[in-house]
């Protein structure tokens, strides 16, 4: 069985990009070791400015402490982030709806 990557959490969140927009682009996570899948359903929007801390906060809840999870969240008009978090450390990148920013 292949190990979900940082690379193709990014691909499967351009999926659903491409299937259902962007514009009203949710933050998701998921925790690989139980194949749990969530969708933060809403961000008030005096606190739109605050997304990032909002959605690792939200994903440090969902995952157990040291627990591996990959988070995306919109970050710009056209560029989400992908953080990967595993026991002992995070790395995260930004990515276009398309192709990936590096």
């Given at each position: ?5 940082i ?74 982030r ?14 276009s ?6």
């Amino acid at each position: 069985m292949k190990t979900l990557d940082i690379a193709a959490f990014a691909e499967i969140t351009r999926r659903v990009i491409a299937r259902d927009g962007f514009d009203g682009y949710l933050p998701t996570v998921c925790v690989p070791a139980r194949k749990h899948i969530s969708v933060l359903e809403s961000i008030p929007p005096e606190k739109l400015d605050h997304v990032r801390e909002i959605a690792i906060a939200w994903a440090e809840k969902k995952a157990k402490p040291d627990e591996e999870y990959f988070l995306a969240y919109k970050e710009g008009a056209d560029s989400f982030r992908v953080v990967h978090h595993f026991s002992g450390g995070a790395e995260e990148r930004l990515f276009s709806a398309h192709t990936t920013l590096e």
